[in-house]
């Protein structure tokens, strides 16, 4: 893995995302693909999340974002790249802001 391939993600989930086992969903998708980020709600009903790992599988986690789990219901999903920092250290799910 070159530093280069490494990109960081911040995404903003809007819809039927709280209260539906999303963070857990984010949680296990990340952790599966080999992601180092977060994941949280926000007081107003959107579901956050910022992960870095390589693009190739940063594009495939956005993806699985986009569907999200069955109860839930995404209706809009905006994203910006960014480098990668280096500084985040497994996946987990931050309190509510």
């Known amino acids: ?19 539906v086992g999303f963070r857990a ?6 952790q599966s693909l080999g992601l180092n980020g977060w994941v949280r709600n926000r007081w107003d ?8 790992g390589e693009r190739q599988v940063l594009d495939k986690f956005l993806a699985l974002l986009r569907r999200g789990p069955r109860s839930a219901h995404v209706s809009e ?4 790249w960014q480098d990668a920092l280096g500084t985040l250290d497994g996946f987990f ?5």
């Open 1 to 19: 893995m070159t530093p280069s391939s490494l990109a960081r993600l911040h995404v903003t989930v809007d819809g039927l995302v709280q209260g």
């Open 25 to 30: 969903f984010v949680v296990d998708q990340a």
């Open 45 to 52: 009903g959107k579901v956050e999340a910022l992960a870095e």
């Open 77 to 80: 999903l905006t994203f910006e």
């Open 93 to 97: 799910v931050r309190r509510t802001e």
